[in-house]
């Protein structure tokens, strides 16, 4: 290589290597997720924009994870997460990362802020250890804190931008909740504070008050009226409520506040044979006025929770008998999915289902010019509402006969379960909103596990009625569930569904399953086929190609100039 050449290599290598080392501080990071799940949020970005003062980050966590090596991937997510916001806040967050495991400060301020380790277990040759995980956050800003107990990747984003977006307004706004269930024991130093069993909505005030503060009302009168700060009012299904009380929610709706009402007519008691006892809200003549009509009637939906209701014996091929566990979609329990939830509405555009209980069908008539009405919920088109006196019993012979009784009463129907109404509620008033569900158990503690799409669709609602709504789409983002197409249902439902006899259910049986076993056998030999294929009329084109490259006469560089 003479000197030329070596000077020439010599350059090329300083170029690249500096191109290299500029681009070492340099972040960039391509996102092809539909729903752009590793870039910061419009929702995030904003409320860092917004910071005033510096934003302290201190991330509680442990180095040595010998035990737990599956988390390193997720932890590394949740570390360039925070860097990234480090990173928009330009200088206002500064993060920090300390392991409480080797510092004996850092373990006592976890300690202090409510940060405490989960145990990992390992088994180890000869015995087993015992491993703590700390994966905490505190945030300070200013004379305030908050403090993510434990850092989940997934979910870090909206849990990081709940707790800014408190820090930022400084006061959590208030929700009330208007019922006639018992108030809370009063509190017993050193004994956690119990909810008596009547406090049904209490599940509902805990995932509340992880954002709100939560006011309880259990009647309104001279002495107790609506405090003027609220954001929200939920009427939580109370009974017999007074002209009294229906004035003091009707001021607070004309002037502007936003009401969320659920209510039944009835009280089931599952425990009891699925008992049923009339209860008297009061409420119905009031929404009347507004042109809403919550029915007495029950929704029996095809589409429906699948629940147990009851066993069989079955003969097993070796001559042995077992007992088996009958599932029958509940239809009394309609799970609201696909074009049931209200594509183009905040609140459940990012949800996938809702399930209900005993729900009860709403309709509307304009009798206010000034209001617009909107269906959050809808049933399938396979629908129909059942008399109030329907035997609710969860059993195999009971919901064969609802199906027949349904079917009995007609064409089927699509009813709405939640509307909503906004704009102004008196000539001249300041806009406010009502929101009406026909399912007061929809909220109840049994229905509300956590992290359930019916808790997701609790705070959607709420922050969306306390004018907090900036954060709803975070909380739905990358919750869209994408199932599989199901080709036996698809079938099913194209030949009508099942059918009344054995005989036919059979036969459709029959059908279903050999049409998805040819779809199936159709993927998998498309899978098989079309990648060699596509390689080899890619191999003829280039050959093609270079055939007719081949029969052109030859042109040296300087005849061609």
């Not at 917004?50 to 390193?72: C, M, P, T, W």
């Not at 809370?184 to 509902?204: D, F, M, N, T, V």
Request: charged fraction near 20%; glycine fraction near 6%; charge should be negative.
């Amino acid at each position: 290589m003479n000197h030329k050449a070596k000077t020439s290599a010599a350059l090329l290598a300083a170029c690249l290597f500096s191109f290299l080392f500029a681009l070492d501080g340099l972040r960039f990071r391509w996102d092809l997720s539909e729903e752009k799940l590793y870039t910061l949020a419009p929702a995030t970005q904003d409320l860092l924009d917004h910071l005033e003062d510096r934003l302290q980050v201190k991330l509680y966590f442990n180095q040595n994870i010998s035990g737990a090596e599956h988390l390193l991937p997720s932890r590394k997510v949740l570390v360039d997460l925070l860097e990234e916001i480090a990173q928009h806040a330009d200088g206002k967050v500064v993060l920090e990362m300390v392991d409480p495991t080797v510092d004996l400060v850092a373990a006592r301020d976890a300690e202090h802020v409510g940060i405490t380790p989960i145990t990992v277990t390992d088994r180890e040759v000869g015995g087993v250890s015992l491993e703590s995980l700390y994966q905490g956050l505190e945030m300070r800003y200013q004379d305030q804190s908050a403090v993510i107990p434990f850092v989940v990747p997934a979910e870090l984003e909206f849990a990081f931008a709940a707790r800014l977006s408190s820090l930022l307004r400084g006061k959590r706004p208030v929700v009330g909740i208007f019922s006639r269930e018992p108030a809370l024991s009063p509190p017993i130093p050193g004994i956690p504070q119990q909810a008596s069993a009547g406090r049904i909505y209490e599940r509902l005030r805990e995932i509340l008050g992880s954002r709100y503060a939560v006011r309880d009302y259990r009647e309104l009168n001279a002495e107790i009226t609506l405090d003027p700060d609220l954001a929200a009012l939920i009427v939580a299904s109370p009974a017999e409520v007074t002209p009294q009380e229906l004035a003091g929610i009707q001021e607070f709706l004309e002037s502007g506040g936003h009401v969320l009402v659920f209510m039944d007519h009835e009280k089931v008691n599952p425990q009891q044979g699925f008992q049923v006892t009339p209860k008297n809200i009061g409420l119905d003549a009031w929404l009347a006025t507004y042109g809403i009509t919550v029915h007495a009637q029950f929704v029996f939906d095809l589409r429906a929770q699948v629940l147990p209701v009851g066993e069989e014996i079955v003969t097993l091929p070796d001559g042995r008998r077992a007992r088996n566990i009958v599932t029958m979609p509940y239809g009394l329990f309609p799970l609201i999915e696909g074009d049931g939830l209200s594509s183009t509405h905040l609140v459940t555009g990012g949800l996938d289902r809702v399930a209900m209980m005993w729900a009860h069908p709403i309709s509307y008539r304009q009798t206010m010019p000034g209001l617009k009405a909107e269906n959050l919920l809808r049933t399938s088109s396979q629908a129909w509402a059942l008399p109030a006196d329907t035997r609710l019993a969860m059993s195999r012979g009971n919901l064969e006969l609802l199906k027949a009784t349904a079917a009995a009463k007609g064409a089927p129907s699509r009813y709405a379960l939640a509307t909503t109404l906004s704009g102004s509620f008196k000539e001249g008033g300041v806009d406010g909103v009502l929101t009406v569900l026909g399912d007061a158990d929809l909220f109840h503690n049994r229905s509300l596990p956590p992290g359930s799409e019916n808790a997701l669709f609790a705070m959607n609602l709420v922050d969306w009625l306390a004018q907090d709504a900036a954060l709803i789409p975070l909380r739905s983002r990358g919750r869209k569930s994408r199932p599989i197409k199901d080709y036996y249902q698809v079938t099913m439902a194209a030949l009508g569904g099942p059918a009344g006899t054995d005989v036919e259910n059979r036969e459709l049986d029959r059908q279903a399953k050999a049409q998805r076993r040819q779809a199936h056998r159709q993927i998998a030999w498309n899978n098989v086929l079309l990648p060699p294929m596509a390689m080899l009329f890619a191999a003829l084109g280039h050959f093609a190609y270079r055939r007719h490259r081949a029969k052109l006469p030859f042109q040296s560089s300087e005849t061609a100039s």
